[in-house]
C-alpha cells in the first residue's frame, strides 16, 4: 500500500522529504494534526524516488524530540521503518488532533498555525478559519455562541415557537408526530441562552429567525449560465433572510430553472424533472446546515449546460472526507440549526442524506454526485441528462439521454484535470504506444512499480487500454477521451 501512495505523489495526506536534517516539516506535522491526519515518509524525494535513510534510529530519535519539542498543544507521531526497493525509509503518522489549533510554540496560535491546502502546508492568515479551529478544539458550535448584540423578548420567543411548529406539521405527513415548541425547547437546543436569569439569542436564533446581523447573517446566491464556465450568465438571484425562507426560495429556484419531462404512463401523464427534486433540496439543506458561518462568504447554487453545483464555505471537519460521506458518516457544524431542521422534517436522520442522494440520482439514471474539496469550501455537482422541456412518449418512462454520446460529462471533467505527472506520462505513450513498462520507467527515470501505478489508474478510467500480446501490442488511448485531453 505505501509504495502505492508514493508512486501517486504529494497530496494532501502525504508528504515526501529525502531527509531530516532540517526541521522545516513540523510546519507540515501541525498542519496534519490541525486536519484529517496524514503521512511524512523521510528518504523520498519530491520526484517519488526512494533514495532511503541513512543511521535511521539516530533520526528517528531527532524527529520524535524535534515534534516534542517544537508543537503545542502536544503531537504524538506514530513512527514506523519500512524496506522498499532494498532501501530503509521512515514513516511518521499524525492523526488529526482532538485539541485544535496545534501550532508551533517559537511563533505562538496567531503566527505559527498551519493548514493543509492540496499538496501543500500553509500558514493560516485567515481569522475565521483559526476561529473555527478553536471552536472545534473546544468542541463547540459557532451556531450555539450566544449573540451578544441582540436581544429577545417574550412575545418574539412565543412567535417564533409557533413558527417553528407550524412549518413541521406542513413538512409532516401526520400532526400527531409533533412536539410543541416552548421556551425550554429552544433552550434545549441552545437556539437560546439563559445567564444570569435573562434569556439571549444564540446565532442559531439570528440565523433560522432572518433577524439581520451584519456579522452572523448569510445569503444564498442562486445563478444560471451559459455553457459550462461562468463567462455568460443567464439569470441571478439572492435570498436573504431566514435560512429556512432562503432554503425554499433557492429550491423552488433550481426547479423553476430546470428542465421537465412529461411521460404517459398508461391514461396518466406524469411529469418528473431532469434531477429528484428531494435531493436537490437535501442538498441545500445541508449546504446550510454544514457550511461555516465564520466564513463570510455565500452558499452558491449554480446551473450550467450540464450540471448543477452547489458550494458551501467551509473545508470539511476533521474526520470527515468523501469516503465517509458516501458510507452515511456525519459530523454536525452547527448542531441548533440541525436539530431545528430535524424538527421541522427539512431532513431526516442525521448523516443519511448523502447515501440516500445517490440512490435518488442512480434510480433516475443520473451519475454519482461529485464531490470536490477546495482549501476553504466544499462543492457538489449533479450532472444533467439531455432531456428537452415537456416531452410526451408513449408507454412507460423512457430515458431521453443521448446514447451515443461515449464520454460523460463527469468523465470529460476528470480528464480535463489530469494533472501534471498525468499528462507526463500519457505523452510517453502518445509517442511511442509499443513502450513497455520499464522502458516507460527508464524512459521517465520513474520506477516500474510507479508507472505500474499510473497505469492501473489510466484503465480504471477507461483513459488507456492495451491491446494485442505482450510481444507484439500497444498502449491505446481511448479516441473520444484523447480528443478532450488533447483540447
Known amino acids: 500500500m505505501l509504495i502505492e501512495e508514493i508512486s501517486n505523489g504529494e497530496n494532501e495526506k502525504i508528504e515526501f522529504k529525502e531527509n531530516a536534517k532540517t526541521n522545516t516539516y513540523i510546519k507540515t506535522v501541525v498542519a496534519f494534526a490541525n486536519g484529517n491526519g496524514g503521512k511524512i515518509v523521510f528518504g523520498v524525494k519530491d520526484n517519488g524516488e526512494i533514495i532511503g535513510v541513512e543511521n535511521e ?14 508543537c503545542y498543544p502536544m503531537i504524538i507521531p506514530d513512527i514506523s521503518l519500512h524496506t522498499l526497493e532494498n532501501r530503509t525509509i521512515i514513516l511518521v503518522e499524525i492523526e488529526g488532533g482532538k485539541k485544535k489549533p496545534y501550532y508551533l510554540k517559537s511563533k505562538g496560535m496567531q503566527k505559527g498555525t498551519y493548514i493543509r491546502s492540496g499538496a501543500t502546508t500553509r500558514i493560516i492568515e485567515e481569522d475565521y478559519v483559526l ?15 450566544v ?6 423578548s417574550d412575545e418574539e420567543i412565543e412567535k417564533f415557537c409557533e413558527w417553528l411548529e407550524k412549518l413541521a406539521r406542513k413538512n409532516s405527513e401526520t400532526d400527531t408526530k409533533i412536539k410543541k415548541v416552548t421556551r425550554n425547547t429552544l433552550l434545549s437546543w441552545k437556539v437560546l441562552e439563559e445567564k444570569n436569569g435573562e434569556i439571549f439569542p444564540t446565532n442559531a436564533y439570528i440565523l433560522l429567525s432572518g433577524k439581520e446581523n451584519w456579522e452572523v447573517s448569510r445569503k444564498i446566491q442562486c ?21 429556512i425562507t432562503q432554503l425554499e426560495k433557492a429550491y423552488k429556484y433550481v426547479l423553476e430553472k430546470i428542465n421537465l419531462s412529461s411521460d404517459i404512463v398508461g391514461i396518466y401523464r406524469v411529469d418528473k424533472y431532469e434531477i429528484p427534486p428531494k435531493s436537490i433540496r437535501e442538498l441545500i439543506a445541508n449546504a446550510i446546515i454544514h457550511r461555516s458561518y465564520l466564513e463570510p462568504n455565500d452558499i452558491q447554487v449554480a446551473l450550467y449546460d450540464n450540471r448543477l453545483e452547489i458550494t458551501s464555505p467551509g473545508m470539511l471537519l476533521s474526520g470527515v472526507n468523501v469516503k465517509r460521506m458516501k458510507e452515511g458518516y456525519s459530523k454536525l457544524r452547527n448542531r441548533a440549526i440541525a436539530s431545528v431542521f430535524a424538527y421541522i422534517n427539512i431532513i431526516e436522520k442525521w448523516g443519511s442524506g448523502i447515501p440516500r442522494i445517490m440512490n435518488e440520482l442512480a434510480e433516475y439514471g443520473l451519475e454519482e454526485p461529485e464531490f470536490i474539496t477546495f482549501e476553504n469550501d466544499f462543492r457538489i455537482n449533479i450532472y444533467r441528462k439531455s432531456y428537452n422541456t415537456i416531452q410526451t412518449t408513449q408507454g412507460s418512462t423512457q430515458d431521453k439521454t443521448n446514447t451515443t454520446q461515449t464520454v460523460s460529462q463527469k468523465e470529460k471533467s476528470n480528464i480535463k484535470n489530469l494533472t501534471e505527472t498525468d499528462k507526463t506520462i500519457i505523452n510517453t505513450i502518445i509517442n511511442n504506444p509499443k513502450m513497455s513498462q520499464k522502458q516507460i520507467a527508464d524512459n521517465l527515470n520513474w520506477t516500474v512499480n510507479k508507472v505500474k501505478y499510473y497505469m492501473k489508474k489510466f484503465k480504471q478510467k477507461n483513459i488507456l487500454r492495451y491491446e494485442g500480446t505482450s510481444q507484439n501490442g500497444k498502449w491505446e488511448i481511448q479516441e473520444e477521451r484523447l480528443k478532450y485531453f488533447l483540447k
Open 223 to 243: 445563478g444560471v449560465f451559459k455553457g459550462e464556465t461562468r463567462s455568460i450568465f443567464v439569470d441571478k438571484r439572492e435570498f436573504e433572510g431566514s435560512i
Open 147 to 152: 449573540c451578544h448584540e441582540e436581544s429577545i
Open 131 to 145: 476561529k473555527e479551529l478553536v471552536l472545534e478544539g473546544e468542541n463547540k458550535y459557532f451556531d450555539q455562541q
Open 57 to 70: 534510529f539516530e533520526v528517528m530519535d531527532g524527529i520524535i524530540n524535534a515534534i516534542s519539542d517544537s
